[in-house]
């Protein structure tokens, strides 16, 4: 026997009963309590760093919205997690620690200024505030930049109004709503608590300002829809035929193994864009076959990684007013564009206008010209659930009342920005709307525009 099978043979020897084999039920309950502790810590880090003004947000009002009517499996084991919140002297975040195993470290996410907060993967250690604090980027947009004009107009104001109810909806959760037309604000509802610059995450709207993004590469000239997204592992390799515009209409033919491409170990669990979006297999050719997926966003977005590295997102959220916007990274440094940014109604509600004033802000051409049009055109396979698709962005182009040329920014949880270009409108709709819930968006579409007409 040589000197290392006797050493392993030692260790095994060592080694309890109970640590030598663990059921997959066993190792599930405990990755799900893993995932639970990353989602709070990130949750609360998110809503309340992100936050410009550092009050709106409270940990109760995490609790009680992003907290609860999560994933069936992962509800109950939030709720009774403890956790932590790290301040430095000036009563700023520097990370939240959330324990589940008396074994393991806490999971943690770092508040890193510009780019919102980082989860660690599980088993991670605790970061020194000096170190999170060293890695801070923090400018704060000017919210005089592009002030929201109001105008409020009763019949518009009551259907807003009608959204904080059960009437879209049972049990559908309402935290803000701005209705504008003519960049005008004609009605809005908040919960309590709530206001235009709360700060809430996108989930999947972030796919929408994912296509923004792009579109900003390709007016720099950084950047092609129709060239490949740099896929696979040579030229050889058939995923190199995946072009940026496959990914941005969920068409790149890739493998995905959940229904919506859930995502967890990126979203919750730590790991990173590299290791768990980019290289999934090919199934299908490129551009043939729909299949909504997370990774698909996240394989158009690295492929303008240099853009990004030159020209970080915030510096296009500030430039057109969104100045409570953050999109977050993974802890490598890699934007996860396909959910994770923080926004408020109002700077959602200023990214709707960019694309009715056809890519142009203040005179300047922000994203290239045609770029609604592109967004727009069902180009592409499409969905069978009653709406188009088209390059990051859901189509309102078969429903009666609702002009053909609507389009839609989506997001899990209810979060909506609907563009109305014929009729010159922005609605928008955040909620934390509980799991087996849902809010009637067309519905509410139809009824607003019809306030409006």
């Not at 005089?144 to 049990?171: F, I, K, M, N, S």
């Not at 709707?352 to 055109?377: F, K, M, T």
Request: contains cysteine; hydrophobic residues 40%.
């Amino acid at each position: 026997m040589t000197r290392y099978a006797i050493a392993a043979a030692a260790l095994l020897a060592s080694a309890p009963l109970a640590a030598q084999s663990v059921t997959q039920e066993d190792l599930q309950a405990r990755y799900d309590r893993a995932l639970a502790a990353g989602y709070k810590s990130l949750f609360l880090c998110g809503a309340m760093a992100s936050d410009p003004s550092g009050l709106r947000r409270t940990e109760r009002s995490v609790e009680v919205y992003e907290l609860t009517g999560i994933y069936g499996a992962l509800d109950p084991i939030v709720r009774e997690l403890e956790y932590r919140i790290e301040r430095g002297t000036d009563g700023r975040i520097d990370y939240v620690a959330t324990d589940w195993a008396e074994d393991m470290p806490p999971r943690v996410a770092e508040y890193r200024g510009d780019t919102g907060c980082a989860l660690l993967p599980i088993g991670a250690s605790l970061p020194t505030t000096e170190v999170v604090r060293g890695m801070r980027i923090d400018r704060v947009g000017d919210p005089t930049v592009y002030p929201l004009e109001e105008q409020l107009v009763p019949r518009v104001h009551q259907a807003a109004q009608q959204a904080l109810c059960d009437t879209y909806g049972e049990g559908t959760r309402t935290t803000a709503v701005l209705i504008r037309q003519g960049d005008v604000t004609k009605g809005k509802a908040f919960a309590v608590g709530f206001d235009a610059n709360s700060t809430q995450r996108t989930w999947s709207v972030a796919k929408s300002l994912a296509a923004m993004l792009v579109g900003a590469a390709v007016q720099s000239g950084a950047a092609d829809v129709s060239q490949s997204a740099g896929l696979g592992l040579g030229d050889s390799d058939p995923r190199r035929a995946i072009t940026i515009d496959h990914a941005l209409r969920m068409a790149s033919g890739r493998y995905s193994d959940t229904p919506g491409n859930r995502t967890d170990p990126l979203y919750m669990g730590g790991t990173t864009v590299n290791e768990s979006a980019l290289d999934w297999p090919l199934l299908n050719p490129p551009g043939t076959v729909y299949r909504y997926a997370n990774n698909d966003t996240l394989v158009a977005v690295k492929a303008i990684d240099g853009y990004l590295a030159e020209n970080p997102p915030i510096a296009l959220f500030e430039r057109i007013g969104m100045h409570s916007t953050k999109a977050e990274t993974d802890w490598q440094g890699d934007y996860i564009l396909s959910s994770q940014v923080w926004t408020s109604a109002a700077d959602l509600a200023r990214f709707g206008q960019l694309y009715l004033n056809d890519g142009i802000w203040r005179g300047e051409r922000v994203l290239p010209e045609g770029w609604l049009e592109y967004v727009s055109a069902p180009s592409g396979p499409q969905p069978e659930n009653g709406f188009g698709y088209g390059a990051g962005f859901w189509l309102f182009n078969d429903h009666e009342g609702i002009p053909a040329d609507t389009i839609a920014a989506m997001g899990n949880r209810g979060q909506y920005v609907v563009i109305v270009p014929s009729m010159n409108t922005v609605i928008v709709r955040r909620g934390e709307d509980p799991a087996g819930s849902r809010f009637d968006i067309v519905a509410f579409t139809r009824d607003v525009l019809e306030t409006l007409r």
